[in-house]
């Protein structure tokens, strides 16, 4: 595989480092024998510049090795992890500059300890082999941490969806359908919508939409239900209205992310959507009968389901993005599970602000702990939607959290499970005054079952494999450590 020409040049860097060093040769030696600059000499190692031929030249006898050595892009065997890296081009495709960070800083760290970050570098391609991780899972990861230094609230996208909502004379309680939105679509971007075209293609099956670019045709599942063709057709507007068609994913869900633009173009055409859909000043004035100063009202939600004719994903995401904004609410976490063909549960969403918080998704093929409220209320089966809270408190730490679940199922037959967590504090009382006298369901819950230690719990669904391997090693330590104090103990004696 070919490298890019920023890989060409860290790689060109890190061979001159290692040869530099092997004769024992400082900068300031290097350049007396060189005429090249200690500064640039420093830039070159760090794979910020490229020496012109004749300079190499230069290097390459003062190194004592042939010019084409020197551009072999081979390197000592502590650092071929590094190369195996750059020849996979995986680095280029993070987002380090939308996080602040330089591929060379990176680099400098490798080469001020090659060994060690080999290493390192070795055990993270392993554990993704091992665990089947592919650069979605990456790129969705990193659009995930985007969306959490952000507060899950895109500045860009509520102002372009506000500034159409006006320019349509909308009202702010005004709930568009999909024939409208199918409208705007057909006559302003010269769309083709087909509703039931990707039934007609067996590669299609499982999909929601594709977008076929040439001829501007949207194929939509025949299944879907009006919530779900309003959020779709609200979304390809988004996409055109923000200019991101050049990067954006034809297909939803996204069967392959190409890099990091591609996640963020869809995060950022579901802000949108969410925005053009539930009006932040409107939607949240509707949320004062849950967050006001009478009883909490949890059944608030299916109403609001029902008026604005949304997914309870997508209502909880958008509940998720205005608390931040409107009720100094900063600390929060949103999963949504998933029911999967073999009858397991899969976390389809995840997003924490604030902080990671102890509820979380596993890569793992573990049970989530079944005493969540959104993992029960998906047991149930059941074909309405139904609305849960409880409080839920970690086994083993004083950590409570607030829980609003609601599961439905979905035009694809599977049901879904979406629950928004808060963590249960003094200053979250004075937000929901409402908490104080609320008589609610208090549960202590775990993660997965296999790493819970919770004794008869009559909702496991697996042996704690986990946790009776952790006490395990708990108790040979204990045990070592006990016998340690023994053995000081009688040599003392014997003295």
Not at 288 to 312: D, H, R, S
Request: aromatic share 8%; glycine share 6%.
């Amino acid at each position: 595989m070919q490298l890019r020409p920023q890989n060409e040049r860290i790689l060109f860097g890190l061979k001159l480092r290692q040869l530099r060093q092997r004769r024992e040769l400082s900068f300031q030696q290097l350049s007396k024998l060189t005429g090249i600059s200690v500064s640039y000499l420093n830039e070159i190692e760090r794979g910020k510049k490229s020496p012109k031929k004749e300079k190499l030249r230069d290097l390459a006898a003062a190194l004592d090795v042939e010019v084409a050595t020197l551009e072999d892009p081979t390197l000592d065997s502590a650092m071929m992890p590094v190369v195996d890296l750059l020849r996979s081009n995986f680095l280029n495709e993070l987002p380090l500059d939308r996080f602040g960070i330089e591929l060379s800083k990176i680099v400098e760290i490798i080469g001020n300890a090659p060994a060690r970050v080999g290493a390192f570098i070795s055990s993270l391609l392993e554990l993704s082999r091992n665990y089947a991780l592919m650069d979605e899972n990456f790129y969705t990861g990193a659009l995930r941490s985007w969306l959490e230094m952000h507060e899950n609230f895109l500045e860009d996208s509520e102002a372009f969806a506000k500034t159409l909502r006006e320019e349509l004379t909308w009202a702010p309680s005004y709930v568009p359908t999909a024939e409208e939105l199918g409208y705007l679509l057909r006559f302003k971007y010269d769309y083709r919508i087909l509703k039931g075209g990707l039934d007609e293609h067996d590669a299609f099956a499982g999909l929601e939409r594709v977008f076929i670019p040439t001829d501007r045709s949207l194929l939509l599942a025949g299944s879907m239900q009006e919530r779900d063709l309003r959020y779709h057709l609200a979304k390809e507007i988004g996409y055109q209205l923000l200019k991101l068609s050049n990067e954006r994913s034809l297909s939803s869900p996204i069967v392959e992310v190409s890099g990091f633009d591609m996640a963020l173009s869809q995060a950022r055409a579901h802000a949108f959507a969410s925005a053009l859909l539930l009006p932040a000043e409107q939607f949240d004035a509707e949320l004062k009968g849950f967050f006001g100063e009478g009883e909490l009202e949890a059944n608030i939600f299916q109403q609001l389901l029902k008026k604005y004719m949304v997914t309870p994903m997508l209502l909880l995401d958008r509940v998720a993005a205005l608390l931040p904004q409107f009720r100094e609410i900063r600390s929060l976490f949103l999963i949504q599970l998933t029911e999967t063909d073999e009858d397991g549960l899969q976390v389809t969403r995840e997003l924490h602000l604030g902080k990671h918080h102890r509820p979380h998704s596993t890569g793992l093929l573990e049970h989530y702990c079944r005493r969540w409220v959104g993992v029960r209320l998906l047991l149930n089966k059941r074909e309405n939607v139904q609305v849960g809270l409880q409080v839920s408190q970690f086994h083993g730490f004083d950590d409570e959290y607030l829980v609003l679940a609601i599961s439905d199922r979905e035009h694809n037959g599977k049901r879904q499970s979406t629950f928004l967590g808060m963590p249960l504090t003094p200053e979250l009382e004075g937000t929901i005054p409402a908490l104080v006298k609320a008589d609610l369901q208090h549960k202590i819950v775990s993660n997965t079952c296999e790493r819970c230690p919770i004794a008869n719990c009559a909702e496991r669904a697996a042996p704690p494999l986990v946790a009776n391997l952790r006490e395990k090693r708990k108790r040979v330590g204990e045990t070592i450590k006990e016998l340690e104090r023994k053995s000081r103990l009688a040599a003392r004696r014997r003295l």
